[in-house]
């Protein structure tokens, strides 16, 4: 449904300067932000810093008119003392550890949730319901049927929302998609990718993430944690995903939390799938805390196609065209002496790519305020919750899960979109 343009009232407005065109321009007034965890890793590093703080030290998101937008956050936890120093650290003029306060207050126009997610449904329900538009991390929820029940309600209030999907703004994956949309792969066959590192243990030196991520009970596991990105890098890139096959393990049974106590694993640490994408496309995708690089960075895509392949991480881009191909030859009788990695062209930066959260962050703000399109809302999130389930499912039953359309309910299914295009929105059909 089409949601109306949220008046931005909350705070005067004022002359700012544009910094990539150094002409002056009206800084409209300011959008207040609610920022519900930003004491937390991703909160505080990625979305707090890197996001709503630097576009406010820019002077605010420029707008198709010329104007601009400032942005106001406010800091909402448990801990006062906490709020506090963040505050203090980066000037910023309001905290309070009162949610329904700042929910009920008008100049807070936008509710960002990055708790964890067994926290998430019940803010969330309370910023729909006050009115908010809302910004949230993935997974928007424990449970797919929650998921899905986040983004009716949210549709039913008339509420913007958006789900981060940081992934596709990587120079790496935009680069890929710059390579979709210009026909370089020609039938796309195949997509392998690995993604992990390993993480310590916790006795002899101490993990590089929080142990909550090792116990079920607490929502852990790297299916949850990975698996709803997944979900939105293959349908936004290839296409919609139409089955899962998966498997998990716990390789590590016991860790060492930040106490120093040791704790039982609950949760798997590694997961094996085969993803069936529409138009017949295979992904293979490996996701671990259990396994020590050997490659150029954490995650890489390998993409091929007829008519040429692509290796894609983070930053890189390389490509080997059909013409540019070389004919290996297997003889296990002989060393081999041809260097394969000098057959690959490397794909140049012609963009300037910021952080993928602040670009994001900053589509959003367009579309809060001036209607700009946005694919990347609560039911898509609700898509990569239900892939995370049914991957769980996969792997506890040893089947191979047919993921049905989903849609809201009581919405008519739309086709399926074009693999090289974004996923048109769409709650379970069964």
């Known amino acids: 449904m089409s949601c109306p343009k949220l008046r931005v009232n909350a705070f005067p407005a004022s002359a700012g300067r544009d910094p990539s065109t150094k002409k002056d321009t009206l800084v409209a007034q300011t959008l207040g932000i609610i920022v519900n965890g930003a004491s937390g890793r991703m909160g505080y590093r990625q979305h707090l810093v890197r996001s709503i703080l630097a576009i406010r030290d820019q002077g605010g998101v420029l707008l ?11 800091l909402v936890g448990r801990s006062h003392a906490k709020l506090k120093e963040l505050a203090d650290k980066h000037g910023i003029a309001h905290y309070t550890t009162d949610l329904d306060a700042a929910l009920a207050d008008d100049r807070w126009q936008i509710y960002a949730d990055f708790l964890v997610t067994s926290a998430r449904v019940g803010a969330l329900k309370k910023a729909i319901a006050a009115g908010k538009a809302i910004y949230t991390e993935k997974p928007t929820a424990e449970t797919f049927d929650e998921a899905l029940e986040l983004a009716a309600l949210a549709a039913a209030a ?8 940081d992934k596709l ?4 994956l935009q680069k890929l998609k710059r390579l979709i949309d210009s026909g370089f792969f020609g039938r796309i066959l195949s997509v392998r990718g690995e993604f992990g590192y390993w993480v310590f243990e916790g006795d002899w030196q101490p993990a590089q ?6 116990r079920a009970e607490d929502g852990g596991g790297i299916i949850v ?3 709803p990105h997944w979900n939105y890098v293959l349908e936004n890139l290839f296409g ?3 089955s899962v096959y998966a498997q998990a393990a716990t390789h590590i049974p016991v860790r060492v939390g930040e106490d120093g106590s ?5 949760a798997e640490d590694a997961a094996y799938a085969v993803f069936q994408l529409e138009g017949g496309i295979v992904a293979q995708l490996n996701s671990s805390w259990t396994v020590r690089v050997n490659r150029d960075e954490l995650v890489e895509f390998q993409v091929d196609g007829t008519h040429g392949s692509a290796v894609v991480g983070l930053f890189s881009c390389k490509i080997q065209p059909r013409n540019a191909t070389p004919k290996p030859v297997w003889n296990p009788d002989l060393a081999e002496e041809h260097d394969y990695a000098q057959d690959w062209l490397e794909v140049p930066t012609n963009d300037v790519f910021e952080n993928g959260f602040k670009t994001q962050w900053e589509d959003f703000i ?3 305020v001036e209607d700009a399109p946005n694919e990347f809302d609560l039911l898509a999130g609700a898509r990569g919750v239900q892939l995370a389930e049914q991957g769980l499912l996969s792997s506890a039953t040893g089947r191979r899960i047919d993921l049905p359309l989903v849609t809201l309910p009581g919405s008519t299914p739309t086709p399926a979109p074009d693999a090289a295009a974004p996923a048109a929105s769409a709650a379970v059909s069964s």
Request: hydrophobic residues 35%; glycine residues 10%.
């Open 64 to 74: 198709s008119d010329g104007s601009r937008v400032q942005i106001e956050p406010i």
């Open 158 to 165: 008339g509420v913007k929302n958006g789900v981060v999907h």
């Open 169 to 172: 703004y990587l120079p790496g």
């Open 209 to 214: 993430r929080p142990s909550w991520n090792y």
């Open 225 to 227: 944690d990975m698996f």
């Open 240 to 242: 919609r995903v139409e």
């Open 262 to 266: 040791a704790y039982p694993a609950t």
């Open 366 to 368: 367009r579309h809060v």
